[in-house]
């Protein structure tokens, strides 16, 4: 964790002076006076634009989390690293933190604590070929415990963060409409309208960051956003169902993403299975590369999602052999793609 320390001193979440690119514009000097939103398609336009800014500034700030080192850290760093021992002092000093006398505090960064959970690839646990002894999965269990608790730190500061910006943000817009004799009306966005939107969190996406991607879209549909009168697509539209599928015909991306939505089904503590859910309608609507062939393979190579889908305890699929996991694995997929609410009843969704 060591490398992970930021000398920021700023605590995460704490409300801050919005951006340049993020503050409203003087509307009586763009558009024209006593008019309703709804008539100044390009006014929509730009508050799209504005708000995707300020999803990615969101995302950025909610990384540093306030951390209080204990003694053995303190003791640690005084010796191995003097000068960084030196800094913390300062910073504590400087913001007057609740535990400057007698505790140091830093920031580690969720993200990089986090990754895409690829810290789950250096334990190599999967299972026995022949069917024999199984490998202890005590160190996966404990990995997946750390990164549960990094998981909900991080989403649920940048959930926080976006809320508080983004009320205020929509109270200068509103002031800025009404000054300029703008009506101010509930403001429906198309799937049009997300299209600028769906492009920012796909460029997460295609540079294999997909907690980033799929977390802009969550926030995207957080109850601050209904609050502020402003309402998303309705019908079909599926924010990320349109990442994944944009995900899966991508060669260089498609088989990382997979393992990622499979990780992420026991990470969040089922919080965000239905990532899952949307992975598999998509592969059996859409099959493409791979299909549920690929979808197979990587449940298998999975042992703590395999245990979670087929309902089965880790020696009991242990016992089997690579072909009889593998058929019961697709047989599962079969059924819930001819089934999709098993599927949801099984995820609690």
Known sequence: MGDSLLLNSDAAGKPSRLAPEEQTVPIKETFPATQSMDALPELKERLVLLIGSLLVRCLNEARRIPYILDREE?????IKNPSLFETLVLQEQISDAEFARDRLTAQIDALRELGQFESL???????????????????VLSQITELSRNFVVYTS???????????????RFRDSLEAAGIKMTVLELTPKDMGSLEERAGSY??????????????????????R??????KSDY???????????????????????????SYVSQGGWHDLFSTLLNSVCEEPGPGGLSLLTTLIAQDPVFSCNLLCRTFPELARCNTRERSAAIEERLNLLCANPEAERVQSGN
């Open 238 to 264: 599926s924010f990320s169902r349109n990442l994944i599928r944009r995900g899966l015909i991508n060669e260089g991306i498609r088989q990382p993403l997979v393992k990622f939505i499979l990780r992420t």
């Open 157 to 171: 500061n940048a959930l926080t963060i976006f809320e508080k910006k983004f009320e205020l943000f929509m109270d």
């Open 205 to 226: 996406l295609d540079q294999g960051q997909f907690l980033q991607a799929f977390l802009f879209g969550r926030l995207l549909v957080s109850p601050v956003i209904t």
């Open 121 to 139: 690839d250096a334990l190599s646990v999967s299972f026995s070929s022949d069917g024999g002894d199984s490998p202890l999965l005590d160190p």
């Open 228 to 233: 502020q009168l402003v309402t998303l697509p």
């Open 74 to 78: 303190v003791v640690d760093i005084l």
